[in-house]
């Protein structure tokens, strides 16, 4: 078994949870939940960033961070499942950073509130994520919001980082994205495991 560290919120570990789905690998995985704040020795010898997801093989071997993760599942699956090749392998990795960079950006706006107190709080560092945020949504908008050609690594992180907004920030995406509501109806639809990942606040 593959012991994958990671925690039920975690935007990034639910992309490595969707995808060993989407591959019928996830009999294969033991996630075991890791509280990043309170870092265990084993899970910093597994990875020294201290960072989930963290995926150990069988062999011992870690891998981190998510992209890597995905990809290692998409090879162990015959490769070309949810990463394809050519040139739509770098418009599924460019779609994946655009998601992945939602989720950083919402991220540190978490961590703002959960390290440093209210009077320590820099607004101009909140309003400068939050500007990483409104530009990634509107692009996805406006050019990777039509239901997904197919679930590829692309349309999974955009599907997590979403759904990361939603348990967050009260959906308020929602308003001014009506095409990406669509598109995460028709995602859910189609993804059974989106729906089983997800978390209430
Ligand atoms: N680029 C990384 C980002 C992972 C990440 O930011 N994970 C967060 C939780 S969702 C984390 O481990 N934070 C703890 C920390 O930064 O110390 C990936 O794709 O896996």
New binding site residues.
């Given amino acids: 078994m593959m012991i994958l560290r990671?925690?039920p919120?975690?935007?990034?570990?639910r992309?490595?949870k969707i995808a060993a789905a989407v591959l019928n690998l996830a009999d294969r995985i033991t996630v075991l939940d890791?509280d990043?704040?309170k870092?265990d020795e084993a899970f910093l010898a597994q990875n020294a960033?201290?960072?989930?997801?963290?995926l150990v093989l069988e062999n011992g071997e870690t891998l981190?961070?998510?992209?890597?993760?995905v990809e290692y599942l998409d090879a162990l699956a015959g490769g070309g499942r949810i990463v394809p090749s050519g040139w739509r392998r770098f418009e599924a990795l460019r779609l994946q950073a655009l998601a992945?960079g939602i989720?950083?950006a919402a991220?540190l706006r978490m961590?703002e509130i959960r390290w440093r107190s209210e009077e320590r709080r820099e607004p101009r560092w909140v309003d400068h994520q939050q500007g990483k945020i409104d530009r990634a949504l509107r692009l996805a908008e406006e050019r990777h919001s039509a239901p997904a050609a197919a679930i590829d690594i692309g349309t999974i992180a955009l599907a997590c980082a979403l759904g990361?907004l939603d348990l967050r920030f009260e959906g308020r995406w929602r308003e001014r994205h009506p095409r990406l509501v669509a598109f995460l109806d028709d995602f859910e639809r189609r993804v059974p495991a989106f729906a089983a990942t997800r978390v209430k606040g």
């Fill in positions: 990671s925690s919120p975690s935007p990034f570990g992309k490595v890791t990043t704040m870092p960033l201290g960072k989930i997801p963290t981190f961070d998510s992209r890597v993760i992945d989720m950083d991220i961590y990361y």
